[in-house]
């Protein structure tokens, strides 16, 4: 089977929206992850934009078929833009009765999430590459997730690049409407503004209620990862929001 590449991202930005949330990187693999994309993708992986790469389980009207995809139909987290997987890997193996559905743009990270999977011996976590947006539009119908996870998005700090932002509204609004009624939606981000966007956003939308007043403390199921230690390191203050769907 042909492995998948980040080539998808040419494609993907001339057919579809032109605006990409996550930045254009070089993917260098390593002997770890080129072996586990090689042995563990076909089973646990597929790509958003490029069915010869391993393609979704679709059911006759295009939606994605979960029960297909984990092999039982069980309250589906979608987590966007995994990075490297610690945090899913961790969620999904201290929640087991939930499945994760991860999507990440970048390779390696993709490649990394399956080497943590194996070892973890997981059942219930799922990998796709590509552009969760994209996913979510076309294959996720409404009112079909238990939770959305948007852990530490691109923070895009220029104010010209702001519009790549992946909490705004258009997106938001987009999310509320794949989450079931009462499903929740948690983001969390270590940029002081693009917090108070978020919070802004969230909360204008119509359809979302705040669980708390506010941000709230990291809830303990959400562990620390690299990329958010970096962050603390440099003195950022990580602050959390989890919206509820309320019709
Ligand atoms: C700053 S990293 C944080 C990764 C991870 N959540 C963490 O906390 O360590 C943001 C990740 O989101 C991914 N990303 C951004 N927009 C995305 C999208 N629309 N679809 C899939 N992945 C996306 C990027 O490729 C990047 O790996």
């Known amino acids: 089977m042909t492995l998948p590449s980040d080539a998808f991202r040419h494609v993907a930005s001339r057919a579809h929206e032109p605006l990409r949330t996550f930045h254009p990187r070089r993917a260098t693999l390593g002997r770890d992850r080129e072996r586990a994309l090689a042995h563990l993708w076909p089973r646990f992986g597929f790509s958003v934009h490029d069915d010869a790469l391993g393609r979704a389980p679709l059911r006759a009207d295009g939606s994605l078929d979960v029960a297909a995809l984990f ?72 009112g079909t997730l238990d939770a959305v996870h948007v852990f530490f998005p691109d923070p ?18 987009l999310l509320r409407s794949r989450l079931r009624v009462g499903g929740t939606l ?45 962050g603390i390191d440099l003195g950022h203050e990580v602050r959390d929001v989890v919206m509820r769907r309320t019709r």
């Not at 895009?156 to 909490?167: E, G, I, Q, Y």
């Not at 693009?194 to 941000?215: H, I, K, R, S």
């Open 71 to 142: 092999g039982r139909f069980a309250p589906l987290v979608l987590e966007i833009g995994s990075g490297m997987g610690e945090t899913t890997v961790a969620m999904a193996a201290a929640d087991p009765s939930r499945d994760y559905l991860a999507v990440e743009a970048h390779l390696p990270g993709v490649a990394n999430l399956l080497v943590l999977i194996e070892r973890a011996a997981l059942t219930n976590v799922r990998v796709a590459h590509g552009d969760a947006l994209d996913l979510v539009r076309r294959h996720v119908p409404e």
């Open 156 to 173: 895009w700090p220029k104010a010209r690049h702001h519009k790549r932002r992946l909490v705004q509204p258009a997106h938001v609004a």
């Open 186 to 230: 948690h983001c969390a981000t270590d940029w002081a503004d693009y917090a108070d966007q978020m919070l802004e956003v969230l909360t204008a939308d119509p359809g979302l209620e705040n669980t708390a007043d506010g941000f709230v403390a990291r809830p303990a199921h959400r562990p620390v990862t690299k990329f958010e230690q970096r």
